[in-house]
């Protein structure tokens, strides 16, 4: 006869922790974290500079461990990661207002004809949080 422990369910957590991550986790004094991924959503980036994505989360500004925003271009053949764009091309910033806010430089890499279809889903955001 084996034992067998059931899966945890964290009410402010989408996904299902077993009880022995969630038990090593605390007997090592590490903490949880959670992600949280939405679409930008349409965004014509050459004519507009920046688009305000509405994002709760069930979080304080402190538990807020990353954000990471990828783009695709209107061909939809690349992918850029904003922090790996350099010369500070663009950026994100979250609020618990209005959510997260991304910038495009002027005269920067995404201010351009290949970035002006106002159509198709303009990328992806990520957000890492503790719980």
């Known amino acids: 006869m084996s034992f067998k422990i059931p ?31 939405k679409d930008v ?44 764009s350099g010369n500070a091309m663009a950026s994100a910033k979250y609020d618990t207002v209005n959510g997260v806010t991304i910038s495009r430089t002027l005269g920067g890499l995404f201010d351009n004809t290949n970035f002006n279809d106002s159509t198709n889903n303009r990328g992806r955001i990520k957000i890492c949080y503790t719980v």
């Open 41 to 84: 959503g349409a965004w014509n980036m050459d004519a507009n500079d920046s688009i305000t994505v509405e994002f709760k989360l069930p979080v304080t500004i402190k538990q807020i461990s990353s954000i990471n925003v990828v783009i695709t271009n209107d061909a939809q053949t690349e992918v850029y990661d904003l922090g790996l």
């Open 7 to 37: 899966p945890l369910k964290v009410s402010n957590f989408d996904g299902v922790i077993s009880y022995f991550s969630l038990v090593m986790n605390k007997w090592s004094g590490s903490v949880l974290n959670a992600t949280a991924v």
